[in-house]
């Protein structure tokens, strides 16, 4: 079991910067595949990143390669979202995820954190 929990959301204007966090609790943190995604109102939830168990490899969504990047800390148990040159179009609630083997679905993870608004002005 994994529980997830994210936090570092907020406003920002167009061109800013936020980090995203999510503290994972669990002693079988260590196994899993990382991830974030994202809901914007009136869309589907839509992948941003995912990260190996070892941080090693980072896989992006096109929208967001290049501005945003995704690594976790094992010792702390902590996965972050740095993303810089922010659009409003980045608006959404964001959601930190777990799951066994990467994938860019939904559906594959197991564990979802509760979500946290970020919202770009422009």
């Known amino acids: 079991q994994v529980q997830l929990v994210e936090s570092g959301g907020g406003l920002v204007q167009a061109g800013g910067s936020l980090r995203l966090s999510c503290a994972a609790s669990?002693?079988?943190?260590?196994?899993?595949?990382m991830g974030w995604f994202r809901q914007a109102p009136g869309k589907e939830r839509e992948f941003v990143a995912h990260i190996s168990w070892s941080g090693g490899g980072t896989t992006y969504a096109d929208s967001v390669k290049g501005r945003f990047t995704i690594s976790r800390d094992i010792i702390r148990n902590t996965v972050y979202l740095q993303m810089n040159s922010l659009k409003p179009e980045d608006t959404a609630v964001y959601y930190c995820?777990?799951?066994?083997?990467?994938?860019?679905?939904?559906?594959?993870?197991?564990?979802w954190g509760q979500g946290t608004q970020v919202t770009v002005s422009s």
């Open positions: 995820v777990a799951t066994d083997v990467p994938s860019r679905s939904s559906h594959e993870y197991d564990y």
């Open positions: 669990g002693r079988t943190f260590r196994r899993y595949v």
